[in-house]
């Protein structure tokens, strides 16, 4: 079946500094990428997606690219603040509709 | 535009009761899903409705149910609570026609079974 793997964290950066949090996964077909985001006690917020190879996915400074290639969508921002600490889902959606989301990466920007 | 709204915010049950949870979807929208996350961990699919019909199912017991109404709003209902269902319930809607329709998810409830 469909499934998502991320790196594990936690992950602990200081201010602008570079950020890169990995995700590759598995899946028939052509699936769907997005990357959600959830703030301390809040739900989830589609932070950017990507529906098809080579597809560039941005928002917020942050970017990601669907590598069909690799099977990967890595999520990258090239100078993180202190209000990005927030944990980070990779999810893909194929034929079913359903997410399929990773275990999530917790990161934390120090000042 | 109202994005997803979820009720209750919080709630404590004590095990062996049962608990119903709602959610209006965004304005728009059509279809609901509804995910559990448990702590530290990724959100998992329940179910999803649409046309009031429980659409697609994940590997969750029969003790999970759902309903959808005409307007597009959906309650969760789960019976004989387990301490295992302690968990953030998240409610997402999108639109079904198209092929790439995003999920947008409400703020959860979080269920405390004691």
């Known amino acids: 079946g469909n499934s998502v793997t991320q790196m594990e964290g936690p992950v602990t950066l200081s201010e602008e500094a570079f950020l890169t949090i990995n995700c590759t996964y598995t899946?028939?077909?052509?699936?769907?990428l997005f990357w959600y985001v959830q703030y301390p006690g809040e739900g989830l917020q589609l932070l950017l997606k990507?529906?098809?190879?080579?597809d560039k996915g941005s928002n917020k400074g942050f970017e990601a690219t669907y590598r069909k290639e690799t099977t990967s969508f890595h999520l990258e921002k090239g100078s993180v603040q202190v209000s990005d600490s927030a944990v980070y889902f990779c999810?893909?959606?194929?034929?079913?509709?359903?997410?399929?989301f990773g275990k999530g990466t917790k990161l934390t920007v120090n000042p | 535009d109202a994005g997803v709204t979820q009720s209750p915010t919080h709630l404590i049950k004590t095990r062996g009761q049962q608990v119903t949870l709602r959610c209006s979807p965004k304005?728009?929208?059509?279809?609901v899903s509804w995910y559990q996350q448990a702590l530290g961990q990724g959100p998992q699919f329940i179910f999803q409705?649409?046309?009031?019909?429980?659409?697609q199912r994940g590997n969750f017991p029969d003790r999970f149910s759902g309903h959808q109404f005409p307007n597009y709003s959906s309650e969760l209902n789960v019976n004989a609570l387990l301490l295992g269902d302690s968990a953030l319930y998240l409610c997402?809607?999108?639109?079904?026609?198209?092929?790439?329709?995003?999920?947008?998810f409400g703020p959860g409830t979080r269920l405390t079974v004691l």
């Open positions: 997402a809607s999108s639109f079904i026609v198209t092929a790439t329709d995003t999920q947008y």
């Open positions: 899946a028939t077909g052509y699936p769907s």
């Open positions: 990507a529906t098809k190879a080579d």
């Open positions: 999810a893909l959606k194929g034929g079913s509709e359903k997410l399929v």
């Open positions: 304005s728009g929208h059509d279809t």
């Open positions: 409705y649409y046309e009031e019909e429980e659409r």
